[in-house]
């Protein structure tokens, strides 16, 4: 019978890349402009959800559509529920020009298959479909219900799970596939926050005025892009000093100039492995003078204090053994009438109070002069690594790859927070390049075959 359901695993392959690409083909970022009572997260986002259940439905589940919020598919019966966690939401493509393939195309070039949401999160929730499919035409005898549970708003404050869980029931154990392999049983807390500055706009002198600033989407990702525009012209020199920056492009229109940044994105719980385009502005901005003078002073300090992964220039390097070292993203920078906004994305131990972390930061913003405020404080979950959900998560992964892996700790963020006894597993294996939020994402079809079977074994083990 296992063996059986591995084979039928590979013989519906290419059935599931088909789904797969049909779903990348979809742009599902939530657009606030678009949202309505009946689109709660924006046309494509519905869209894309109901592609995932005519899918499900085509196959033979049970369904259901939560209001666009959310919505699941679902095999077998019995009061045992095992849930399954994904999401089809992705964040932006960032600058197209960073892909060198199109990322919604949902092509194939030399065995990967490209686009955004192909492994964070589309591409192991069909995994996921077909794995419970396999299981089920086997000839398993389920004794309770598999439901994979799909949301839209994963990747800008979870309310499509906050949705779920107001009406619908509660698995009494569950993973999600949005992370690493072998298995997730700690995730950092996830803090997000902002400094603001008001200031004086009136022009005083000759030197050029600064009059917007703009750049970051999303506080989990690294920006890639950033720009400042001025009234009035640059000195020879001063623009000479800044064609020689990293990452600095100057350009302009009549009666004013504009530096623009260029970076690398990647996963805010990951910044190191990107290149942050509002850092680099800050630092452009920082070597030369400009007006209002206020504001100028501001963002000086703000280019030392604001620089670098780990929160050494505030004061906020912080770690413990069990999670690992705290993470900075300085996401996103805005300047709108009269007030300039920079925004950050911080990923502390699970050994860490939001509170402390709260208190530090607030002293820090008030010594450069700024306002300090709270977003929201995701807390971290821990899992004992004795569990019995671990122990079978991690012979399922034994199974198909041999490993006897112990579990990690990451700085992302799952749904797996809003329910009991659930972790992350998978799908990014050990050694390969994590390419989440980042240019020409993408997952190996040998890979995508590989979790395709690792997730049948767990949920056979799940469903005992």
């Not at 699941?72 to 095992?82: D, F, H, N, P």
């Not at 009406?167 to 999600?176: D, H, Q």
Request: glycine fraction near 10%.
């Amino acid at each position: 019978m296992e063996d059986l359901m591995h084979k039928i695993i590979d013989e519906d392959f290419e059935d599931l890349m088909k789904d797969l690409q049909s779903s990348l083909m979809i742009r599902s970022v939530y657009d606030e402009a678009f949202v309505s009572v009946e689109h709660p997260f924006g046309p494509e986002m519905s869209e894309a959800l109901e592609d995932f259940l005519k899918c499900a439905e085509k196959l033979g589940f049970n369904t259901a559509n939560i209001s666009n919020y959310a919505g699941y598919a679902e095999i077998g019966s019995g009061e045992k529920l095992v849930g399954i966690l994904a999401h089809l939401d992705v964040v932006p493509e960032g600058e197209t020009s960073a892909w060198t393939v199109p990322p919604y195309s949902g092509s194939v070039v030399d065995g990967r298959l490209y686009g955004r949401g192909s492994l964070d999160d589309k591409g192991p929730a069909f995994s996921v479909l077909y794995a419970m499919k396999a299981l089920r035409d086997s000839g398993f005898k389920l004794d309770c219900r598999i439901r994979l549970i799909v949301g839209l708003d994963e990747e800008s404050g979870g309310r499509c799970i906050a949705r779920y869980l107001e009406t619908e029931e509660i698995p009494g154990s569950s993973f999600s596939p949005d992370a690493n392999f072998p298995l997730i049983n700690a995730e950092k807390g996830i803090f997000h926050c902002w400094v603001e500055k008001e200031f004086s706009d009136e022009r005083k002198g000759s030197a050029p005025h600064l009059i917007s600033v703009k750049g970051g989407d999303r506080y989990n990702v690294v920006p890639d892009s950033a720009e400042a525009v001025f009234v009035g012209h640059f000195e020879e020199n001063i623009i000479n000093k800044l064609k020689s920056a990293k990452g600095v492009i100057i350009g302009g229109r009549e009666g004013s100039t504009i530096i623009r940044t260029k970076g690398v994105s990647a996963h805010a719980m990951s910044p190191e492995l990107g290149t942050n385009a509002v850092e680099l502005l800050l630092e452009a901005l920082s070597s030369f003078d400009w007006e209002p003078k206020e504001l100028s002073d501001f963002l000086h300090q703000a280019a030392k204090s604001f620089k670098g992964t780990e929160g050494a220039g505030i004061g906020l390097e912080r770690r413990d053994e069990v999670s690992g070292s705290l993470t900075f993203n300085t996401a996103m920078i805005r300047l709108e009438n009269g007030t300039c906004r920079i925004s950050f994305d911080l990923r502390y131990p699970v050994t860490l109070s939001g509170d402390e972390l709260a208190e530090d930061f607030k002293k820090s913003a008030e010594k450069l002069g700024g306002k300090f405020f709270v977003d929201r404080d995701k807390k971290p979950l821990f899992v004992d690594p004795s569990s019995p959900l671990i122990k079978k998560l991690l012979e399922a992964y034994k199974k198909v790859t041999g490993s006897t892996s112990e579990p990690i700790s990451i700085g992302g963020g799952t749904y797996c927070r809003y329910l009991p006894n659930s972790v992350s597993f998978g799908p990014v294996f050990p050694g390969d390049p994590d390419v989440i939020h980042q240019p020409d994402e993408h997952v190996t079809l040998e890979n995508l075959r590989k979790i395709t079977h690792i997730y049948a074994e767990a949920i056979m083990l799940l469903a005992v």
